[in-house]
């Protein structure tokens, strides 16, 4: 497979997997990419068409970057507000067990 046909195929898939919220993939392809983008610059010099195909996989990639940071965001906070509401949470427990057994 030529690179350019490679680039855009890396990017079809890094973009399904982004848009999918499906990070296992997204980290296989991270992976992917870091051993095949090395392998397909040893390979000489870049064609224009090349390029473009490169610098469209790098902006997918920062999409992919950018949606994992913001559930990373999204995640530390509810795992915050999780931990700011545990009495309550543990307080909510022990009175539905009470409820339950009569006591």
Do not use: C
Request: hydrophobic content about 50%.
């Amino acid at each position: 497979m030529d690179r350019q046909a490679t680039l855009l195929q890396l990017g079809q898939q890094l973009g399904a997997a982004t848009a999918a919220n499906d990070w296992a993939a997204m980290a296989a392809m991270n992976t992917l990419m870091a051993s095949s983008l090395p392998e397909l610059a040893a390979q000489g010099p870049w064609l224009p068409a090349e390029r473009a195909a490169l610098a469209a996989l790098r902006e997918l990639h920062l999409a992919a970057v950018a949606k994992v940071d913001g559930s990373t965001v999204e995640l530390g906070q509810h795992l915050a507000d999780l931990a700011n509401n545990r009495e309550g949470w543990l307080a909510y427990a022990l009175a539905s067990g009470d409820a339950e057994t009569g006591t």
